[in-house]
């Protein structure tokens, strides 16, 4: 089973479409949570970090389920910029005064918004 | 301020031969983390570096090799290229050690091995 596995996708929807990501994770473990987003050709950037209380940035909501292991994105009123690759990122690095910062990826779901 | 930069931005080199990578992190960030993107997959952790000391390894063999330096900058060593070695390197630099604080990405160097 892959650490961090995303719906396969494309994703092709409309302008002001609401569209939905999701993401499991196998390592309980796991410290903290993100979504990426990825543009063709271009470095990953961060969208969000993910928090069990759920959390809202505009038009993204981002939610958290530990005992699942299940992560989510919902973006709202779909627009052109947003076609991206979005990744689901896990650290399953430990907090401690020796710290680490494992980043594990998803392998990305792509989305497109058409006109 | 300038954000994580990474050099070159292209390179194509040949099957068995060796490349450095390099990347000079966010001013005041001491965590540096190599990541691979082959076409199609999300990124792959490599190494991470913190305060000049390993803190962590991916599944990459031993041809991979790292280093950071005093001022926090890295390269990323791999030596004996395979064809398979051909991907987007990324550099990531972060204030702290610990997970939480956001990675912020370079732009990357694209390796092609022939």
């Known amino acids: 089973r892959k650490e961090v596995e995303q719906d396969p996708g494309p994703f092709n929807v409309p302008e002001g479409a609401t569209v939905a990501f999701n993401c499991t994770y196998s390592?309980?473990?796991?410290?903290?949570f993100f979504w990426y987003r990825q543009d063709c050709r271009k470095e990953p950037k961060l969208l969000m970090s993910?928090?069990?209380s759920g959390n809202e940035d505009g038009r993204f909501t981002a939610q958290l389920n530990r005992a699942s292991q299940y992560i989510s994105l919902l973006i709202r009123d779909s627009k052109l910029s947003d076609s991206a690759t979005y990744l689901c990122?896990?650290?399953?690095?430990?907090?401690?005064?020796?710290?680490?910062?494992?980043?594990?990826f998803g392998k990305g779901t792509k989305l497109s918004v058409i006109p | 301020d300038a954000g994580v930069t990474q050099s070159p931005t292209h390179l194509i080199k040949t099957r068995g031969q060796h490349v450095t990578l390099r990347c000079s992190p966010i001013?005041?960030?001491?965590?540096v983390s190599w990541y691979q993107q082959v076409l199609g997959q999300g990124p792959q952790f490599i190494f991470q570096?913190?305060?000049?000391?390993?803190?962590g390894r991916g599944n990459f063999p031993d041809r991979f090799s790292a280093r950071q330096f005093p001022n926090y900058s890295s390269e990323l060593n791999v030596n004996a290229l395979l064809l398979g070695d051909s991907a987007l390197y990324l550099c990531a630099s972060s204030w702290g050690g610990q997970g939480g604080t956001e990675a912020f990405f370079g732009q990357g160097t694209r390796l092609t091995v022939v």
């Open positions: 990122v896990v650290n399953y690095g430990y907090y401690s005064g020796a710290g680490s910062y494992q980043l594990t």
């Open positions: 390592n309980s473990a796991s410290q903290s």
């Open positions: 001013s005041g960030h001491k965590s």
């Open positions: 993910v928090y069990s």
């Open positions: 570096y913190y305060e000049k000391e390993e803190r």
